[in-house]
Structure formats: structure tokens, C-alpha cells
């Protein structure tokens, strides 16, 4: 090393005025009541506050508290929970901070070293770096070489190699230039000193984390609400308007017999024009309120919430609740390599030998003379050690590859003693080898490195009995070598030597132990589960810090890259970076592969898929994942990931496993299924309960129902509907659907039918019995008509619980998937008993009277009707060829 004093006290305070510190600047964060006031900002809770204001003024008088309360207990509990729910996203920053801020570093100033914490180092300072240790800054390296961990910024398993003097500018990622350092990295082995070139937002780590506190995207959930919205205050503004008119051409011309004398006197009568105006107004109002799905906001709050908790048991733990639904709609899928599709760890997969016979480590171990100098290599000619963690043996220390061999001897063979390393050459990125000297009950020299530098010296192998013989085989060899770097595989050779090899001129005569097999396996599930996804119509791209014929192999394996793609599928970072947004997009469906990617590119390509307007997905474990998790539409963080990662995706996946995202989409459309249930549901009651409002007074029924009948209602339309709904069980045949568009609307056409349909059927029979006498004689009609107002209570809340039947399938066979949902079932059943209930024991406080058996029947038959008449509809679609679909 030579002397290198530092930066002097007046240097550092000039550095910070320059470049600034080591700190991220963390921008303002919104308060929970902030947060709060602006969820009030949501499409279907701005109708529901205008619905609550006018309730108030207009409908105050006539003691229609039920419904104001009932509304302001929706709209409260919706954003109270969408803020808690949201609450803490910018947490990902503060975790990224906290991390950082227990970070201290050795840096060389003025003469000394000095042990400092992260946030004080400055452009100019000289860090210190040895094994273990987290790279402080981005800068260059001036002394010595290093084995670095870069996974937390590109994703790769494999250090990367830094050395002094090294080109710059060649490489095709910053990360993979030889000489350069970026904060985040760990130090695996090797000492040097790094000169800081870059602090704070200026190093690479931290335009990461500018990114992670970008503003995200709309949910797609949050855009078809503002649709909905839009389309049932239009409904209900046409349907006020229409009651308006209707109710002052009934003052107007019908009371009036259509004669001019009295309409004429009519309207110089200002006192009863004005009063019948307020009364239209007033009625108009209470159908507008009426036709606003108050329940809609809770119910959505319910059923995320609750399939939530179901998802958990599925390894999915979901963080922001929008995250769930919007899993289902998702048209692309950007996942990791590393940790995702494979295991994420390296290990051992086999050894050949110089014969070239493949063995597998189980049937390798058998063979006690060759498995023997395998172990014996794998543990003493290694930078890991072997210790116990819970209970269980295991390796630690050293690099990835020392670290897969001493697993693979712990797993195979008891342990290895009786042997004392005398010396040791450890690995060095220039000369890529190993070298240990060993003695005890066998004196040997163990030499390991690449396939390419060593085999071109071995003269000889060892055979099964552990036997000298001449190696006369390269050529075998050296295709098998060929073969396996299109596998992805990683290749070791693991030698004896007469000497130990200090540099390439000690490479002679060596003997060949084997040629060890190491990579990062594919995951046993992952090709069924991304096999399952691109059923469903996902589009699945791979990203991955590994080159390009790495990433191809591992893709192949895993189903992502097919036969059927193009040569288009594939590309790298560095001819990404060469495309146009527009290019970039026009390639966007073709592509399958991302090679050597960065983070900047996993952020670019969800910007670019959301333009088209896709929902795009994003799996992730790393800090350089953090930024892209955040922006996609949902992002799937790893359980195994960092906590900044997890904090900035909106769905955990605990078991790190790709099928688990498979449910996570599953889940996610029987969601939004549900919600749409509900809205027909709903808006069939409401479409009823609006026509019977406007209707009633026409054919005299002022009052067709009382104001605690009314609350009764509501309790059943927004509170127990939105439960029942909310069970409805994930079924397979939703992934074999392709995914919804983002502009997708809640109701479609096939819902308009059966909510205009059934909804319009309901009021016509609700219609009928109040109006035609040969139903009201079965009923005792007489003054009061109590039996009368009772059996048309039921009949209204019967036809809703039957209608709901009809609501949760698209299928003739309504009793189809029933039994996956008891909760639906006993939530309906509960509400029939209880009105059932109300019937005979509701008394005054309901306005009911006991019905006989024979009244009760004749109301539940009427009311039954529904279903084969919406059958009927279905049947008729059916014929015409649209069999639509929920």
C-alpha cells in the first residue's frame, strides 16, 4: 500500500458545500388527517357527501334520520379505513434511512484513520474496506482488490470482481465496470481503500431512493370507481329529473282534469305551486339518495379486508388493500430471476469426472475415495467455515461458491476431521484459482479455479477408488463445459497439485478431481406457476442482472421463453437503453427477457407498459428493486427480500414463490367479481326501491314503506349483503379468463340486462300488488291494512334475498358453486328468519301484523318468482349467443 493521507478538515467542509452529504433528502410527508381528508376525494364518496348534504337540508324535516346516519357511517368507515390502509407507504424511505443511519465506516483523513458515521463521508474521502463491511458511497478503487456483493443493486448472485486500473466505460452496466464501487454493496473478501466519488442522491443507491418516494399511480380499482361514479349520477340525475316532471304533471294537468280554467287558477295559487315544487324537489332528492349505492365503499373496504385474511393463509401478505384487486387485473408481469424463478442459492447439482461420467453428489458420496478428496477440498481449500444454526450445520463466510461446496460435503458426508491447512493461496479475481496445503492422515495440495485455467494443466484424474490414470479425455470435457454455459450452469474445477500454486507458473501436473456443477436451481414450481399465469393472459417478463445466455437458459427452463418467441423476445440492458420509448413500447408484447438489467430499466419498462395501458406487475427482493415495486400498479415484494423492498411493494409474498403470485391474481379476480355481485345486487334493489318511490304516490301509496322498515333495508342491502358477497370462493376457471382492461367498467352490458331486467321485473310485481285489488283481498285488506303494508314489507325484502341468488352467478343453475360460500348462505338465511321475525313479533315499531300461513306463503311465491324470471333472461341471451359473463 502507499501512503495516502486524506482529506484535511478545511477539504471536508469545502466537499460538503460542493457535493453535500452523505444523507437522502426525505420529502414531506402527509399526515394521517391529511391523508383522511383527501380519501373524502374518492368518486363514489364525493356522490355519497353531496347525497348526505341534500338528505340533511331536504329530508331533516321528515325525521329521515336513518338514512342520513346510515350514509355518514358508509362514507366514514370507507376512508377511514382506505387511510390506514395507505398510511405508512413513504415508509419504505424511513426504513431505507433507518438502515442506513447504523451504518459507520473507516475512512483515512488527514494522516489518521477514523471510524465515521455513513452520513459524514464526503466526495474525496478515502474509505477503508475489508471483508464484511458496506460499501459507504459510490467511488473508485485506488488499493488492493475486492470481492463485492452488488445483489441489492442488480439482483446477481455472483460477486462482482473490483480491481484497481481497470477499463471503464466498456461495460454494458455501471455495476459491472472493475473498478468501480456503489453504496450498498458488501465486501465478501479482499481489502482496498476507495476513493468517494459520489454522496447522498448523487450515488446510485440514492437515486433509488429519490425513486422509492415518487408519487404512484392511480389503482385501477380507484379509475372504474370514478366510472361508476360517473355513470349512476348520471342514472340518478336522469331519474330525478324524471320524477320532477312526472310529480308536477301529476299537480299540473291530472289532478286537474286537464282543464285550462284550473290549471290557470292553479298557478296564480303561488302558495300550493310552490309548496307541490318543494315537494318534487324533496321527492327527487330522496330518489337520487336512494339510487346512490351507499354500501358500495364499506363493502369494497369488506371484501378486501376479509379475503386479506384468507390470502395470508396462502403465503400472500398483503400490505395496501387496493394491491389484492389489482393482482387480478394485471396484464404484465416483471419478475426477478434470482429468488423468484430459482431457489436464489447456490448449490452443488453434481461432479464429472475425467472420464467424463456425470454423478450426482448422493451417488458420488458412495464412492468413498473420490467423494473423499471432493470433501476434503470443499472444506479446507474454502474461504467458508462450517458451523451449527439452529441446530442444523451450515456454511458461512467466504464466497457463494466456497459457501455451495461446503454445504454440499455437509449434506453428503459426516464431518471431516483429522486435518490441518499449512498453507493457503486464497481466491484472486486476477488469477482465478484457490490453492490449500493440507496435512494429517493424508498430506495433499488442493487447487481450485475455473475449468479453463486449469484443465489445460492436468496431466491425470482420479477414478472412482480414488486411483491415479492418465487424462486423455479434454475434448469430452471441454464440450460438456460448452453445453453446460447454455444451462446456466456455473463451473468449478477442483484439483491436486505436487506444489501449491501461487501463480499461473505453479499450474503444472495437475491432477483432475472433478469438474463441479454449481447454480442457482429453478425452483421445482416455477414452470406450472408461470405456465398458470400466462394461461390467465399475463404476460411474463424475466429481468435479471445475469447475462444474456444465462438469462435465456433459465427462461427456457421456466416456460418463460418459448419455442413460439421470436428472436425479438430477448434483449439487454444496453440495447434497451438504444431504444425510443416509442420502440421500447412497439417491442413490449414480444418481449420475454431482460439481460443485465438495471434498476432504471425495471422502473422504465412499468412507466412504459402503464402508457400503453396495462396494468403492470413487479416481483422484487433487493433495494434496487424498491423503485420499480413502488411504481407498478401492484408490487410483489419477496418474503426473504429486504425491508425496504417490502415496504415499497403492496403484496408480501412470504413463501417467495411464484404460485403464490398465481393465487395472489386468482384472488384478486374473484375480488372484483364480487364487487360486481354486489353492484347488481344493489342496484336491482335500488332500482325497485326508487321505482316504488316515484310510482307509490301516483297510485296511492303515500307511504308504501315506514321509516324503520327503510333502515331494515339498508342494514340488509349495504351491511350483510357486502359480508355475504365478500365469501365468495376463488374459483380456477377465473384465471382461464384474459385479464380486464384498466378502463374496464363495473358494469358491463351483461349487468345493465339483469340489473334493468330483474330490477324492472321486481317493481312491475311490487307494482302490481299494490295496485291490483285481487291481491289485496288475500291480505285482509281493511282501514289500516296493516296485514296489507305487512305482506308488502316482506314480499320487497324476500324479492331482494332471492334476487341475490340470482346476482352471484352468471349460470342458469343458480345453486352452482352455493356450497363454497356458506357464508352467503347462512347471511341469507339469518335475514329470512329475521324478517320472519319482524313479521309477527316487528309490532308498531315496524308497522307488521301476523300473517297466516297461507298470506306468508302466497308472499314468499310471489316473491320466488324472481329466479325462474331472470333464468328466463339468461335463457334468452343464451339463444341469441351472449352468454355474457359477470
Not at 389 to 418: F, Y
Request: hydrophobic share 45%; aromatic share 8%.
Amino acid at each position: 500500500m502507499y501512503e495516502l493521507r486524506g482529506l484535511t478538515p478545511k477539504e471536508i467542509e469545502h466537499s460538503k458545500r460542493k457535493f453535500g452529504t452523505n444523507t437522502l433528502t426525505e420529502h414531506k410527508k402527509q399526515s394521517f388527517m391529511h391523508k383522511f381528508f383527501e380519501s373524502f376525494g374518492d368518486p363514489i364518496i364525493k356522490i355519497l357527501l353531496v347525497a348526505l348534504a341534500l338528505n340533511i337540508i331536504f329530508t331533516f324535516k321528515n325525521a329521515n334520520w336513518f338514512e342520513t346516519v346510515g350514509i355518514a357511517i358508509a362514507v366514514f368507515l370507507a376512508t377511514f379505513v382506505s387511510t390506514l390502509s395507505e398510511y405508512g407507504s413513504e415508509s419504505a424511505f424511513i426504513r431505507l434511512q433507518e438502515e442506513a443511519a447504523k451504518i459507520k465506516c473507516r475512512v483515512k483523513r488527514n494522516g489518521a484513520v477514523a471510524q465515521i458515521p455513513l452520513a459524514e463521508v464526503v466526495v474525496g474521502d478515502l474509505v477503508l474496506l475489508q471483508a464484511g463491511e458496506r460499501v459507504p458511497a459510490d467511488g473508485k478503487l485506488i488499493n488492493g482488490s475486492l470481492s463485492v456483493d452488488q445483489s441489492a443493486l442488480n439482483g446477481e448472485s455472483k460477486e462482482a470482481q473490483k480491481s484497481v486500473g481497470a477499463a471503464e466505460g466498456s461495460a454494458s452496466s455501471p455495476l459491472l465496470e472493475k473498478s468501480r464501487l456503489f453504496r450498498g454493496s458488501i465486501v465478501c473478501a479482499g481489502e482496498g481503500i476507495m476513493q468517494t466519488e459520489a454522496v447522498g442522491e448523487a450515488s446510485f443507491y440514492g437515486k433509488l431512493a429519490v425513486e422509492i418516494q415518487e408519487e404512484t399511480a392511480e389503482s385501477p380499482l380507484k379509475l372504474r370507481l370514478r366510472t361508476l361514479a360517473g355513470q349512476i349520477s348520471r342514472l340518478g340525475y336522469i331519474a330525478a329529473a324524471v320524477v320532477i316532471l312526472a310529480n308536477l304533471f301529476f299537480h299540473i294537468f291530472l289532478e286537474n282534469g286537464f282543464d285550462p280554467v284550473r290549471i290557470s287558477l292553479y298557478f296564480s295559487d303561488r302558495a300550493r305551486l310552490f309548496g307541490d315544487l318543494l315537494q318534487a324537489i324533496t321527492l327527487a332528492i330522496t330518489v337520487l339518495v336512494m339510487a346512490v349505492p351507499e354500501g358500495l365503499p364499506m363493502m369494497i373496504t369488506v371484501v378486501l379486508s376479509s379475503n386479506m385474511r384468507r390470502m395470508l393463509k396462502d403465503n400472500v401478505l398483503v400490505r395496501k388493500l387496493t394491491g389484492i384487486e389489482t393482482s387480478g387485473s394485471l396484464n404484465i408481469l416483471f419478475t426477478d430471476k434470482t429468488g423468484t424463478l430459482t431457489a436464489g442459492k447456490l448449490e452443488v447439482t453434481g461432479l464429472m469426472d475425467g472420464t467424463g461420467q456425470e454423478h450426482s453428489l448422493r451417488a458420488l458420496a458412495a464412492e468413498n475415495e473420490l467423494f473423499e478428496l471432493f470433501a476434503l477440498s470443499g472444506v479446507y481449500n474454502s474461504g467458508s467455515q462450517r458451523t451449527v444454526q439452529g441446530g442444523r450445520a451450515a456454511a458461512i463466510g467466504g464466497n457463494a461458491t466456497d459457501r455451495a461446496l461446503l454445504e454440499a460435503v455437509i449434506k453428503h458426508s459426516r464431518a471431516i476431521k483429522g486435518a490441518q491447512v499449512l498453507h493457503n493461496v486464497p481466491f484472486d479475481s486476477k488469477n482465478k484459482f484457490s490453492s490449500a496445503e493440507i496435512t494429517g492422515q493424508r498430506k495433499l495440495i488442493f487447487v481450485k479455479g475455473a475449468p479453463e485455467k486449469l484443465l489445460p494443466h492436468c496431466s491425470s484424474y482420479y477414478n472412482r477408488h480414488g486411483e491415479k490414470q492418465p487424462l486423455t479425455n479434454q475434448g469430452l470435457l471441454r464440450k460438456f463445459l460448452g453445453e453446460s454455459a447454455k444451462k446456466s450452469v456455473r463451473l468449478l474445477a477442483i484439483c491436486t497439485a505436487d506444489k501449491l500454486a501461487k501463480r499461473d507458473s505453479d499450474l503444472k501436473n495437475l491432477t483432475l478431481i472433478g469438474i463441479a456443477a454449481i447454480r442457482d436451481s429453478v425452483r421445482q414450481e416455477a414452470k406450472s406457476a408461470v405456465a398458470q399465469i400466462t394461461r390467465a393472459g399475463v404476460q411474463v417478463v424475466m429481468i435479471t442482472g445475469d447475462n444474456r445466455e444465462t438469462a435465456v437458459a433459465v427462461a427456457t427452463e421456466t416456460g418463460v421463453l418459448t419455442p413460439r418467441d421470436t428472436p425479438d423476445a430477448v434483449c439487454t440492458s444496453r440495447e434497451l437503453a438504444a431504444m425510443t420509448d416509442a420502440e421500447a413500447a412497439a417491442r413490449m408484447k414480444k418481449l420475454r427477457v431482460v439481460a443485465r438489467a438495471l434498476p432504471s430499466d425495471k422502473s422504465r419498462l412499468v412507466m412504459l407498459a402503464q402508457k400503453a395501458g396495462l396494468v403492470a406487475g413487479m416481483t422484487g427482493d433487493g433495494i434496487n428493486d424498491a423503485p420499480a415495486l413502488k411504481r407498478a400498479d401492484v408490487g410483489f415484494a419477496m418474503g426473504n427480500g429486504t425491508e425496504v423492498a417490502k415496504e415499497a411493494g403492496d403484496i408480501v409474498i412470504l413463501d417467495n414463490n411464484l404460485s403464490s403470485i398465481a393465487r395472489a391474481i386468482l384472488y384478486g379476480r374473484t375480488i372484483f367479481k364480487s364487487i360486481r355481485k354486489f353492484v347488481i345486487f344493489q342496484l336491482t334493489v335500488n332500482l325497485c326501491a326508487v321505482g316504488v318511490s316515484v310510482i307509490g304516490p301516483f297510485i296511492g301509496a303515500e307511504e308504501p314503506v315506514t321509516v324503520m322498515q327503510m333502515l331494515w333495508i339498508n342494514i340488509i342491502m349495504d351491511t350483510l349483503a357486502g359480508l355475504a358477497f365478500s365469501g365468495e370462493a376463488p374459483l380456477p376457471e377465473y384465471m382461464k379468463e384474459p385479464p380486464k382492461r384498466k378502463d374496464e367498467k363495473i358494469i358491463n352490458r351483461y349487468m345493465y340486462s339483469q340489473i334493468g331486467f330483474t330490477g324492472l321485473c321486481s317493481l312491475l310485481l311490487c307494482v302490481c300488488f299494490l295496485k291490483l285489488p285481487a291481491l289485496s283481498v288475500h291480505f285482509r285488506y281493511g282501514a289500516d291494512g296493516n296485514y296489507f303494508w305487512t305482506a308488502f314489507f316482506a314480499l320487497f325484502i324476500f324479492i331482494g334475498i332471492f334476487n341475490s341468488f340470482n346476482a352471484r352467478t352468471y349460470r342458469i343453475n343458480i345453486f352452482s358453486r352455493l356450497f363454497s360460500n356458506w357464508f352467503f348462505l347462512l347471511i341469507m338465511l339469518a335475514v329470512g328468519l329475521v324478517q320472519i321475525l319482524l313479521i309477527y313479533f316487528g309490532g308498531s315499531l315496524f308497522r307488521t301484523a301476523g300473517l297466516t300461513f297461507e298470506e306468508l306463503k302466497l308472499v314468499l311465491l310471489m316473491a320466488l318468482s324472481v329466479i325462474p324470471i331472470d333464468i328466463i333472461r339468461k335463457v334468452i341471451l343464451r339463444a341469441c349467443g351472449r352468454k355474457g359473463n359477470i
